[in-house]
T-cell receptor, first 112, second 112 residues
């Protein structure tokens, strides 16, 4: 079972500020997903990242969002200019070879 | 576009009861279906994965079935316990094995 660590666990930011959320796999994985969950709502797909490239992205993942693998191990989700509606839990996930998806504990983002 | 629904939205049962949670999806061309548990403010924990060629999977008191042609899956929980209280989510993966679409979840309360 792959382990995924996310930081920070909670971040509070002012509207318009940039936020970077990080995801660290314990073992080597090439495929990563970012999801978000607004309080009380569905888990929504943002973007999938395979072998250092975006594989697929949703309509939510607009120009304010970007993903990177800056140092070969960490995966980051950047929101350039946060809006109030970006307040949510952001989850990183990675699949096993059998297609089973494993999630990190999430990063709670609060935009004031 | 794949859509996933779950019934009921919430369920409250006394301890010891057997219960069934339902998941429906609109596009039967799926790669697999996965059931998750989510505790409040936490990440998603994988419970069971059913590949598209399988009919059911079992883990302890949990049994998940899949009827791909009718677009349905059920999660059966036997002898429910207060510790089972959580939100249960199903997610279907598309036929390319890349995009997971989540249902809104069923919030389960098991009363002692």
């Amino acid at each position: 079972e792959p382990e995924v660590t996310q930081t920070p666990s909670h971040q509070v930011t002012q509207m318009g500020q940039e936020v970077i959320l990080r995801c660290v796999p314990i073992s080597n994985h090439l495929y990563f997903y970012w999801y978000r969950q607004i309080l009380g709502q569905k888990v929504e797909f943002l973007v999938s990242f395979y072998n250092n490239e975006i594989s697929e992205k949703s309509e939510i993942f607009d120009d304010q969002f970007s993903v990177e693998r800056p140092d070969g191990s960490n995966f980051t989700l950047k929101i350039r200019s946060t809006k109030l509606e970006d307040s949510a839990m952001y989850f990183c996930a990675t699949p096993t070879g059998a297609g089973e998806l494993f999630f990190g504990e999430g990063s709670r983002l609060t935009v004031l | 576009k794949q859509e996933v629904t779950q019934i009921p939205a919430a369920l409250s049962v006394p301890e010891g009861e057997n219960l069934v949670l339902n998941c429906s999806f609109t596009d039967s061309a799926i790669y697999n279906l996965q059931w998750f548990r989510q505790d409040p403010g936490k990440g998603l924990t994988s419970l069971l994965l059913i590949q598209s060629s399988q009919r059911e999977q079992t883990s302890g008191r949990l049994n998940a079935s899949l009827d791909k042609s009718s677009g349905r899956s059920t999660l059966y929980i036997a002898a429910s316990q207060p510790g089972d209280s959580a939100t249960y989510l199903c997610a279907v993966c598309d036929n390319y094995g890349q995009n997971f679409v989540f249902g809104p979840g069923t919030r389960l309360s098991v009363l002692p």
